[in-house]
């Protein structure tokens, strides 16, 4: 989508992923990744005014710069293209990388979860007749289950850097008694919204079904209770492309693989997260191991697991009231808080 059929790019990528992940978003490999995605760039602009043949009906980012810029861009217009990719790169990579690593955790996990979200997959492959790779936008968004994951990985585990998001007082104001003037910077702390009781019943356990309902999950956007992808005109304009990358990544390590999850808190509980801006120390506690081809079984369980897997696929289970105070899992497999 971003460079096409630019040689390399894809390496390229997983480097930077990998070197973030490990030494964190200033590390030298990040910077020599930087110099190796303009070499490509640089290759494959003058390839593709060479062979435009090549790339005829090509639908990515490259390709439409090449088109802009008629075949004619200068040092100065390759840089910037560069420094943008490299910044996209950085900015989507970096979001996500955590957001998997909390999300695959969580959901493997989980024998109920991770049931659910095969049964979603499976009937959804069934219907379509296809495979994963043949699956569109707009079927990796009707995965109710798998999205209501991801929803609620990034509501315990913002990737908003320090959890802050700022504004600027565009008019003077007054909220909760406190006058605000003109131009005054205001944050607004995630968690404080995320892990609020009053909004998010047993706010620390993981719970996906508190957005299976689309008409609660839309009622909590109206209402500012969910905050992660921003609000009005700065709400993030990657977030359904973000969504069908990892959807689509899930599902196809659920349809495929096991995994055991182990973590170094107490009980091998998930430890609860207080990562800054692109620090992952939490995340890379949480170790998913023992890879191995998916058993017909994922439970032991020949009745438990698929029926509750059924009730988390079609909506059955109710949400977590306030007094119960536990995830519509427990029942099952105790609470993951």
Not at 134 to 140: G, Q, R, T
Not at 187 to 195: E, G, I, T
């Amino acid at each position: 989508m971003l460079y096409g059929n630019g040689e390399n790019a894809g390496s390229i990528v997983c480097n930077t992923i990998d070197s973030i992940n490990k030494e964190g978003l200033f590390s030298p490999q990040v910077r020599q990744a930087g110099e190796d995605l303009r070499k490509v760039l640089n290759e494959r602009y003058e390839d593709r005014k060479n062979h435009p043949e090549k790339y005829l009906g090509e639908d990515s980012l490259f390709e439409e710069f090449f088109v802009l810029s008629k075949g004619e861009a200068d040092d100065e217009m390759l840089q910037g293209l560069q420094q943008f990719m490299l910044t996209l790169q950085l900015a989507a990579n970096g979001n996500q990388l955590v957001t998997i690593r909390w999300l695959m955790s969580h959901v493997y996990g989980d024998p109920a979860i991770l049931a659910g979200v095969r049964a979603e997959v499976e009937e959804l492959l069934a219907k379509k007749a296809c495979g994963i790779r043949d699956l569109k936008l707009d079927d990796l968004l009707s995965l109710n289950l798998t999205n209501a994951c991801i929803t609620e990985a990034v509501r315990l585990h913002s990737d908003i850097p320090s959890k802050l998001t700022l504004r600027s007082a565009e008019i003077p104001m007054e909220f909760g008694g406190y006058k605000i003037p003109q131009g005054a910077t205001i944050f607004l702390y995630a968690d404080a919204v995320h892990k609020d009781e009053k909004y998010f019943p047993d706010a620390a356990a993981f719970c996906p079904h508190r957005y299976t309902d689309p008409k609660v999950f839309n009622q909590k956007m109206m209402d500012r209770e969910f905050v992660t992808f921003g609000h009005g005109r700065k709400r993030c304009t990657g977030e359904l492309h973000a969504r069908s990358q990892i959807s689509a990544l899930l599902a196809s390590f659920v349809m495929r693989f096991d995994m055991d999850l182990v973590t170094s808190a107490e009980g091998n509980k998930i430890p609860e997260d207080h990562d800054g801006p692109f620090v992952f120390d939490t995340a890379n506690t949480l170790k998913l191991v023992n890879l191995r081809p998916r058993a017909g079984d994922v439970s032991g369980s020949k009745t438990a697991v698929p029926s509750v897997a059924t009730a988390a696929l079609s909506g059955l289970r109710q949400p977590p009231s306030a007094s119960s105070g536990s995830c519509p899992f427990s029942g099952l497999f105790g609470s993951k808080s």
